[in-house]
């Protein structure tokens, strides 16, 4: 079992900036693949973000290429979202999600989920 625990979302005004963490337990945090997820009210839920194991490689929704990046720390066992230049369309419930594995961009693919922080930016 892997536990995952979201941190740092807020309300943000349009162009502000916040950075999300998500807290692993319970097993060898670098043999997970992490990916950042979001869900807009009414919305499904959709990708945003993976970075690989080693954190060498990362892939990002087109909608936040240029503005969002992920990062991981194996030694604390985190992974992070770095959100700059926020729109009002990224407000959404953001969900990490852990797979043993490579990484990848299909939701269906991964094992373990947090609960979510909610991200409200104004216009």
């Known amino acids: 079992q892997v536990q995952l625990a979201e941190s740092g979302g807020g309300l943000v005004q349009a162009g502000g900036s916040l950075r999300l963490s998500c807290a692993a337990s319970g097993r060898t945090f670098s043999n997970y693949a992490m990916g950042w997820f979001r869900q807009a009210p009414g919305k499904e839920r959709e990708f945003v973000s993976t970075i690989s194991r080693g954190g060498t490689s990362t892939y990002y929704v087109d909608s936040v290429k240029g503005r969002f990046t992920i990062s991981r720390d194996n030694a604390k066992n985190t992974v992070y979202l770095q959100m700059n230049s926020l729109k009002p369309e990224d407000t959404a419930v953001y969900y990490c999600?852990?797979?043993?594995?490579?990484?990848?961009?299909?939701?269906?693919?991964?094992?373990?989920w947090g609960q979510g922080t909610q991200v409200t930016v104004s216009s």
């Open positions: 999600a852990a797979r043993l594995g490579p990484s990848s961009n299909y939701e269906g693919s991964y094992d373990y």
